[in-house]
Nanobody, 117 residues
Framework: QVQLMESGGGLVQAGGSLRLSCAAS????????MGWYRQAPGKQRDLVAL???????NYADSVKGRFTISRDNAKNTVYLQMNSLKPEDTAVYYC???????????WGQGTQVTVSS
């Protein structure tokens, strides 16, 4: 089992910045992918950004150039730096940990990000 602890959500004005963190603990596999999805009210959960244990990244088109994902493998922690935030970025952000080969997803409890106009 893998447990994920998220932090860093909150309320910010449009154009502002927030940094999300997610620490993984438990049965950590060396090869994995960590990242973030988000879900706005009444919408499906969508990819925001992923980063694998080798450092390769994948971003949703809507956040490219504004969000940066990074990780500290020694701390089993992934970060999401969100700049130039827009009201449409408002959502619950979920951390995910994906086990290599099996592609099994673990999920955090979610953290609310609200961007006011």
């Amino acid at each position: 089992q893998v447990q994920l602890m998220e932090s860093g959500g909150g309320l910010v004005q449009a154009g502002g910045s927030l940094r999300l963190s997610c620490a993984a603990s438990g049965s950590i596999f060396r090869l994995n992918t960590m990242g973030w999805y988000r879900q706005a009210p009444g919408k499906q959960r969508d990819l925001v950004a992923l980063i694998n244990s080798g450092g390769s990244t994948n971003y949703a088109d809507s956040v490219k150039g504004r969000f940066t994902i990074s990780r500290d493998n020694a701390k089993n922690t992934v970060y999401l730096q969100m700049n130039s935030l827009k009201p449409e970025d408002t959502a619950v952000y979920y951390c995910t940990y994906i086990v290599a080969i099996t592609n099994y997803n673990y999920w955090g409890q979610g953290t609310q990000v609200t961007v006011s106009s």
